[in-house]
């Protein structure tokens, strides 16, 4: 079982750029992938970025591609979302999570989540 902390939340402006951090710990063995989520008020989980535990294959959702970089350390034991150029449609709940499958981005395939840290993006 692996347990996740997000952190580096925040309030921000259009256009400034922000980097999200998710600390893995417990038994890694079979995680194969690790992805990003967001919520936003009053609208569903939806798919942010997904990369592979080991190796670093990594899939983004069309709103975000090319903005938006999702990394992993493995030494650290950490995933990251650097995001660029935010807008103020980027402003949600996110959300990190661990899957034993292949890259998804279907919410079902994550058995374990986060409990979210807030993004803000004022225009």
């Known amino acids: 079982q692996v347990s996740l902390v997000e952190s580096g939340g925040g309030l921000v402006q259009a256009g400034d750029s922000l980097r999200l951090s998710c600390s893995v710990s417990g038994r890694t063995s079979r995680t194969n992938a690790m992805g990003w989520f967001r919520q936003a008020p009053g609208k569903e989980r939806e798919f942010v970025a997904t990369i592979t535990w080991r190796g670093g294959l990594t899939h983004y959702a069309a709103s975000v591609k090319d903005r938006f970089t999702i990394s992993r350390d493995n030494a650290k034991n950490t995933v990251y979302l650097d995001m660029n150029n935010l807008k103020p449609d980027d402003t949600a709940v996110y959300y990190c999570?661990?899957?034993?499958?292949?890259?998804?981005?279907?919410?079902?395939?994550?058995?374990?989540w986060g409990q979210g840290t807030q993004v803000t993006v004022s225009s």
């Open positions: 999570a661990a899957s034993d499958g292949p890259l998804s981005d279907y919410l079902d395939e994550y058995h374990t």
